[in-house]
């Protein structure tokens, strides 16, 4: 593996079996990550896209081994991460509900000194410089040590969980939709604050969002997934100026609505599971540029990219 990847992400695959409470209904498979390959680059900013249901969250978690039972290999700096038991230090994750992930019972400056703990890192004292260390970093004083997540606003939560993601010092941070639950008005300054630390501390992120303006402002390169499938990844610049599947085409156009009766394709139930997946495109049924073809033939991911070019991949039999 090159050394500039911080992590490589091969063959991915995640099935949710959902039993039927009703006996003579066969039950469901949700196919939540099919096929994921792709990989980040140290520092690199990585966004993911795609409607509510594709299979984001999944993938963020499978990475950081909060979801079992996952096919494929992860790398992280060269290294299987899959299997092993202890998450690792350099990769972690912080969450859209910062308030759900803070210990309510806990002061702030006991959550930050947790991991610490928990990974038997330096003495008190030394533990307490580096929880004011990270508090200077995420731009809050001292004094926040001593309050509880409940006292403090939904910007200064998604600080402090940056903050305990940031105390074992990690090279790449999984965020899932961190800003989302945010007023606007403060979105952009966790976003700044997100940038900041990317610079200062070359962090790496893999920024999954629903936001298309968010992860163009934010991310080196983006991956857009449908329907537990990547169907596209390019730099940021050419998703937005160049993009060639017809389901990027469409997040673009349309700011993404979620509708409760979305058609998800990735649900599929046992039977007519070859059917669907095996031997069609996922987009198929709902593409404006769909051929008879798409019907019969899962497409293969290609670059349409020259070879001293940035990849552009795309999984569509247009191209
Ligand atoms: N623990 C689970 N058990 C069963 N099904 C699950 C589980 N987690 C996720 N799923 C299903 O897997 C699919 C992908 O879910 P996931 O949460 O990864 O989507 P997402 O892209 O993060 O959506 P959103 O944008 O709404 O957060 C969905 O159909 C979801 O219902
Ligand atoms: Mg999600």
């Known amino acids: 593996m090159p050394s500039n990847l911080i992590l490589e992400v091969n063959n991915l695959s995640k099935n949710f079996h959902i039993k039927n409470s009703n006996i003579f209904s066969k039950d469901k498979v949700i196919k939540a990550l099919d096929d994921i390959s792709f990989n980040i680059k140290k520092g690199e900013i990585f966004g993911l896209v795609g409607e509510s249901g594709c299979g984001k969250s999944t993938l963020g978690r ?15 700096e060269g290294k299987n991460i899959k299997n092993i038991k202890r998450l690792s230090k350099k990769v972690q994750i912080i969450f859209q509900d910062p308030l759900s992930s803070l210990n309510p019972k806990k002061k702030i400056g006991w959550i930050l000194e947790e991991p610490l703990k928990i990974h038997k890192i330096g003495n008190k004292e030394q533990r307490l410089n580096m929880v004011n260390k990270i508090l200077d970093l995420i731009g809050l ?4 040590k001593d309050k509880y997540a409940k006292e403090l606003s939904g910007g200064q939560r998604q600080r402090i969980s940056i903050g305990s993601a940031l105390m074992l010092n990690p090279e790449l941070i999984i965020a899932d939709e961190p800003v989302s639950a945010l007023d606007v008005s403060v979105q952009s300054q966790i976003l700044n604050l997100m940038l900041d630390l990317h610079e200062k ?13 968010v992860v163009y402002y934010m991310c080196d390169r983006v991956a857009v997934m449908y329907a537990g499938k990547i169907v596209e990844i390019a730099s940021a ?15 673009l156009n349309s700011v993404l609505k979620f509708d409760e009766n979305i058609d998800l394709s990735n649900e599929i139930t046992e039977g007519n599971r070859n059917l669907s997946v095996e031997f069609s495109c996922p987009y198929y049924k709902k593409c404006t540029y769909a051929k008879e073809e798409c019907r019969t ?3 293969k991911i290609k670059n349409i990219n020259g070879e001293n070019e940035l990849e552009h991949l795309v999984r569509c039999n247009l191209f």
């Open 237 to 251: 610049e050419e998703i937005y100026d160049k993009p060639l599947h017809p389901y990027t085409k469409v997040l």
């Open 141 to 144: 004083d001292n004094s926040y």
């Open 297 to 299: 033939k899962a497409p």
């Open 62 to 76: 499978s990475i950081v081994g909060l979801t079992k039972d996952v096919e494929g290999q992860i790398f992280f």
């Open 201 to 213: 501390l070359n962090l790496a992120y893999l920024f999954i969002s629903h936001n298309l303006d």
